[in-house]
């Protein structure tokens, strides 16, 4: 089964910045586009955006302080995250998605073994 690994979180005021990074074990990910989602403290997890495999495409429910690429030779998928708040303060995950970003948007990944996450907390 394909595995995602999420890495980049930490600890970071208000307004400042992240980059997190996605790989996948034992398999390449450029065959596969590549959602991120996120849970708050309490909350259900919730998709964040998507990049298509290729990375023409793209979805963001930040568009403005959130963006993704990918680096198919480093076979990594990044998350930039710029003017962070704490209410972005949570766990992030990045999970294989479809090229239209359809499991994002349904906050939910068919079969998939969610990772340990990356923490991401968002605090002066």
């Known amino acids: 089964q394909v595995q995602f690994v999420e890495s980049g979180g930490g600890l970071v005021q208000p307004g400042g910045s992240l980059r997190l990074s996605c790989v996948a074990s034992g398999v390449t990910l450029d065959a596969y586009a590549v959602g991120w989602f996120r849970q708050a403290p309490g909350k259900e997890r919730e998709g964040v955006g998507c990049?298509?495999?290729?990375?023409?495409y793209r979805y963001s429910i930040v568009a403005s302080r959130f963006t993704f690429s990918r680096d198919n030779t480093e076979n990594t998928v990044y998350l930039q995250m710029n003017d962070l708040r704490p209410e972005d303060t949570g766990i992030y995950y990045c999970a294989p998605d479809r090229d239209d970003c359809t499991y994002v948007r349904g906050n939910y990944v068919p079969g998939y073994s969610w990772g340990q996450g990356t923490q991401v907390t968002v605090s002066p």
């Open positions: 990049i298509s495999s290729g990375g023409g």
